[in-house]
Structures are given as C-alpha cells and as structure tokens.
C-alpha cells in the first residue's frame, strides 16, 4: 500500500519559518518527481514546489528565495523548509506522488499565518 503523510504544519507568526515534512510508504521519494501542494480556503490547489527524480528543484513565483524542498532517500522523506512566512502562506499543504500509473495525495497538514 502506498501512502503519504505530512507533518509539521503548525500556527506561527509574520516572519517566521516552519518545515514541512512528507513520509511515504510504500515506494522511494526517488523513483519520481515529489511535490508540494498547497489550497487556503476557497481557493484552488496551487503547485508550490517540486523536486525531480535526479534532485533538481522548481518552484512557483510565490514561494521562490523564501522556500525550499529537499528529499532524503534513505528516510522516504520530502521537506519543505519555509521561511519569512506571511498570511498568504497561510493553507493546508499537501504532498503528492504521480507517476504514470497513478496521482497519490497526503491529506495535508495546515499552515496558519497570523499578522
């Protein structure tokens, strides 16, 4: 059974810093590209951050100079370290896994803002 689980969201003030964490089981965070994903309330799903097979990263304007993933293999881990965080950062972040077979999603772990 593969599955995904994140950790690590919390409430933190303007300007502070948090890091996501993403286990998978199942599969190796190496065999594919990882993501992170992140929806706030009545909004869409908005890509934040990826991270390849081989290790490159990208990562969506809003999250660029202040975010950054990274994987460790050995532990089936994702992270996703954040810092000078504002309420706009505020939302559930979710990790995903889609190879071609399927699209695997964790069922997020929220991130709140306060100004």
């Known amino acids: 059974q593969v599955q995904l689980v994140e950790s690590g969201g919390d409430l933190v003030q303007a300007g502070g810093s948090l890091s996501l964490s993403c286990r998978a089981s199942g599969f190796t965070v190496n065999v594919n590209d990882m993501h992170w994903y992140r929806q706030a309330p009545g909004k869409q799903r908005e890509h934040v951050a990826t991270?390849?097979?081989?290790?490159?990263?990208n990562y969506a304007d809003s999250a660029k100079d202040r975010y950054t993933i990274s994987k460790d293999g050995a532990k089936h881990t994702v992270y996703l370290q954040m810092n000078s965080l504002n309420p706009e950062d505020t939302a559930a972040y979710y990790c995903?896994?889609?190879?071609?077979?399927?699209?695997?999603w964790g069922k997020g772990t929220q991130v709140t803002v306060s100004s």
């Open positions: 995903h896994f889609a190879p071609d077979s399927f699209k695997l």
């Open positions: 991270i390849t097979k081989s290790g490159n990263t």
